[in-house]
């Protein structure tokens, strides 16, 4: 089992910075790909980016390239997200998510550990 806690969201005004935090527990040598995925008010919850275990390999949705870095320090078994230049439609709960796969993922069914979220909202 991994145990992953997510940490850093928060309110910031539309232009501003965050960096998120996932810190993993558990059987943490088993978790090869992380990622992360966001979950608007009424909306489904959608991948937003994820990463291999050597950092070598990331994968981006569309609307947050450029805008958003995904990181991690595998000694301390955290992973980060940096956001910058957030917008309102930014505002969603993020939740860190964790598989034992070595290919990036974008779909949620390949995951197979999950955060409980940390809710991110961007003031226009």
């Known amino acids: 089992q991994v145990q992953l806690v997510e940490s850093g969201g928060g309110l910031v005004p539309a232009g501003g910075s965050l960096r998120l935090a996932c810190a993993a527990s558990g059987r943490t040598s088993s978790s090869s790909v992380m990622g992360w995925f966001r979950q608007a008010p009424g909306k489904e919850r959608v991948f937003v980016t994820a990463?291999?275990?050597?950092?070598?390999?990331?994968h981006y949705r569309d609307s947050v390239k450029g805008r958003f870095t995904i990181s991690r320090d595998n000694a301390k078994n955290t992973v980060y997200l940096q956001m910058n230049s957030l917008k309102p439609e930014d505002t969603a709960v993020y939740y860190c998510?964790?598989?034992?796969?070595?290919?990036?993922?974008?779909?949620?069914?390949?995951?197979?550990?999950w955060g409980q979220g940390t809710q991110v909202t961007v003031a226009s």
């Open positions: 990463i291999n275990y050597s950092g070598s390999s990331t």
């Open positions: 998510a964790a598989r034992t796969g070595v290919v990036l993922q974008t779909e949620e069914y390949a995951y197979d550990y």
